[in-house]
């Protein structure tokens, strides 16, 4: 994971720890690649399993990444003891997602005490070149666990 220099060993090993703990990131082979105050991505190989007809990234996955590249972007912000949910998103497909990995990015609009409005994008790549597929708004819930 890079981007970790820019954030607390402390909060990089919570974020880690939530991150493993997803099931299915670790089904679909996700990795959360960067870590910074208000932004992270996760990047996901390609694999036919995770194909829609077409052969392209399934739009489940692409939203899966991105909800989750949000989530943690607001994550970062919050204190220990804390966690997050999403209350809400809007995705718009703006290109088929044709890569051999596909990388979600979220960042953060503009924080709250309890909800957190994010930005997220998906990119395709392939050869080098990366292709926006996917660009959403979404908004978190800090909670409490009980």
Same mark, same amino acid.
């Given at each position: 994971?890079?981007?970790?220099?820019?954030?607390?060993?402390? !909060?990089?090993?919570?974020? /880690?720890?939530?991150?493993?703990?997803?099931?299915?990131?670790?089904?679909? #082979?996700?990795?959360?690649?960067?870590?910074?105050?208000?932004?992270?991505?996760?990047?996901?190989?390609?694999?036919?399993?995770?194909? /829609?007809?077409?052969? %392209?990234? *399934?739009?489940?996955?692409?939203?899966?990444?991105?909800?989750?590249?949000? #989530?943690?972007?607001?994550?970062?912000?919050?204190?220990?003891?804390?966690?997050?949910?999403?209350?809400? %998103?809007?995705?718009?497909? !703006?290109?088929?997602?044709?890569?051999? *990995?596909?990388?979600?990015?979220?960042?953060? !609009?503009?924080?709250?005490?309890? !909800?957190?409005?994010?930005?997220?994008?998906? *990119?395709?790549?392939?050869?080098?070149?990366?292709?926006?597929?996917?660009?959403?708004?979404?908004?978190?819930?800090?909670?409490?666990?009980?």
């Amino acid at each position: 994971m890079t981007g970790a220099a820019a954030v607390s060993a402390e !909060l990089a090993e919570r974020v /880690q720890a939530s991150f493993a703990r997803q099931g299915v990131m670790g089904f679909i #082979g996700a990795e959360l690649r960067v870590l910074a105050p208000g932004k992270v991505e996760i990047r996901v190989p390609y694999r036919p399993e995770l194909s /829609q007809q077409n052969g %392209f990234l *399934h739009a489940g996955i692409s939203t899966t990444i991105a909800d989750s590249a949000g #989530g943690y972007a607001a994550y970062s912000l919050f204190e220990p003891g804390e966690d997050v949910l999403t209350s809400e %998103f809007k995705m718009n497909f !703006l290109a088929p997602a044709a890569g051999d *990995h596909y990388v979600a990015t979220g960042t953060v !609009l503009k924080p709250g005490r309890r !909800l957190t409005v994010c930005q997220a994008e998906v *990119h395709a790549w392939r050869g080098g070149q990366a292709t926006l597929c996917v660009v959403g708004l979404m908004t978190t819930v800090r909670v409490t666990p009980r």
